[in-house]
DNA sequence: CCGATATAGTTTGAGTGCCAACTTTCTGTT
DNA sequence: AACAGAAAGTTGGCACTCAAACTATATCGG
C-alpha cells in the first residue's frame, strides 16, 4: 500500500519553539489570536451551510430588530456602514433579507429578514450555540462571566477613546 | 437588559437600544468586538509612523527569531502564508528585513531584520507598550493574568481542532 | 536513478474591512 | 422658497485575509 498523505502530521517545526518576547502575554495580541481561532473554528462550523460567519451577526441583529437601517445595524455590528453595502446586496438577493424604503425619511431602508433569512438564522444559530458551548468549556464556567464582561469592558472603553466627543442623548 | 423589538413600522435608530439577542454574552461576538476595537486603537497610536500595526508582530516574531521561514513565521503569527508573501515584499523593499535562500534546502527562505527594521521595531514596540498598558489599566491588575491565559487556551484548544480535523470520518 | 509525494513560497480570486468622496434626501435658517 | 448643512446609503481606492492552484525543490520508496 503506497504511503498515505499524513495530514495530522506536526506542523513542521513551526509553533513550539518560536520566541514570542513581549508578544508573548500582551493582551491585544493574544486578543487577536483568540479571535482569529474562534473565527475560524466558526466558520468550519458553518462551512456546510453556504453562509460565511461573518453574515451571522448581521441576520441576528436584522432578526432580533425588524426595521432597522442599515447605519444603525453596521455601528450594532461594529462595522463601517460602508461595508455593509456589498453583504445586503447579496443577503437580499439571495432572498434572505428584504429591504424597503421608509416611507417618511426616503433615506433610509427598513430591513427585515424573510421567512428564508428566518430559518437560514435558525440554522446559523445552532451552529453558533454548539461553538460557544464549545468555547464555554474551554473558559469553563466559572470564569465565563467575568471573561465577557472584560471584553465588553475592552469594546467600550476603547470606543469611547475613540468618539470622546460624542454626546449622549438620552435622557 | 435587552429591549424588545422595533415594531416594523419605525425602523431602529441609533439612538434606540439594539437588541443583541444571544449575541449579548457569546464569547466568539464580544471576543471580535473587542479585538476589533483593540487593533483600531492601536492604529491610531502607529498612525503616525509609516508602519501600519499589521506589521508589528511580523518584525517583532523576525526580530526574535532570526532565520526563521516564512511558513514558521505565517504560523507564528496565525495568518495564512500566502498573506505573507506581499508583506515581506514591502517590508524587504523598505530594507527593513532581509531575506536569504537557505544553502541546504532551496525552498525555504531565512527572514532577519535589518539595521533600520530594529529600529522601527524599537519605535513600533514603544507603541505597543502604551497600547496594552492602555488595555492593562482597561482590565485591572487583578485579572490581568487569568485574562490573557484564557485567551492562550482558546487559541490552543481551537488550533487542536483544527488540527485534528473536524470530522470523524474516516476515507 | 525514477516516480510519487511532501514542503516552501507565490499567484490569483473572492470576501471583508476602512476611509473619503459622492448622491439623494431631510432639516434648519433666512 | 432658497440655501446650507446634516444624515443615509453607495462608490471607489487601498489594505488585509484565506483558500486553491501553481512552481520549484526536497525526500521517500522502489
Excluded at 513551526?14 to 466558526?42: H, T
Excluded at 433615506?107 to 444559530?125: D, E, I, M, S, V
Excluded at 458551548?133 to 464556567?141: K, Q, T, W
Aim: charge should be positive; hydrophobic fraction near 35%; glycine fraction near 6%.
Amino acid at each position: 500500500m503506497p504511503r498515505k498523505p499524513n495530514p495530522a502530521k506536526r506542523p513542521a517545526r513551526a509553533a513550539d519553539a518560536i520566541d514570542y518576547g513581549p508578544l508573548e502575554n500582551w493582551v491585544g495580541f493574544r486578543l487577536r489570536m483568540a479571535q482569529a481561532a474562534s473565527f475560524q473554528a466558526f466558520a468550519r462550523l458553518t462551512h456546510d451551510m453556504r453562509i460565511r460567519p461573518g453574515r451571522f451577526a448581521t441576520l441576528m441583529l436584522i432578526g432580533r430588530n425588524p426595521g432597522i437601517s442599515q447605519t444603525a445595524l453596521s455601528q450594532a455590528n461594529g462595522r463601517d456602514k460602508s461595508t455593509l453595502t456589498p453583504v445586503l446586496n447579496d443577503l437580499v438577493k439571495r432572498g434572505l433579507v428584504k429591504r424597503e424604503r421608509t416611507p417618511d425619511d426616503r433615506r433610509t431602508y427598513q430591513l427585515t429578514l424573510t421567512a428564508a433569512g428566518n430559518r437560514a438564522l435558525k440554522q446559523l444559530t445552532a451552529c453558533a450555540l454548539r461553538h460557544d458551548r464549545n468555547l464555554d468549556r474551554i473558559i469553563g464556567p466559572r470564569d465565563r462571566t467575568r471573561f465577557v464582561s472584560l471584553l465588553q469592558r475592552i469594546e467600550t472603553a476603547l470606543s469611547n477613546d475613540k468618539a470622546n466627543g460624542r454626546s449622549s442623548k438620552r435622557g
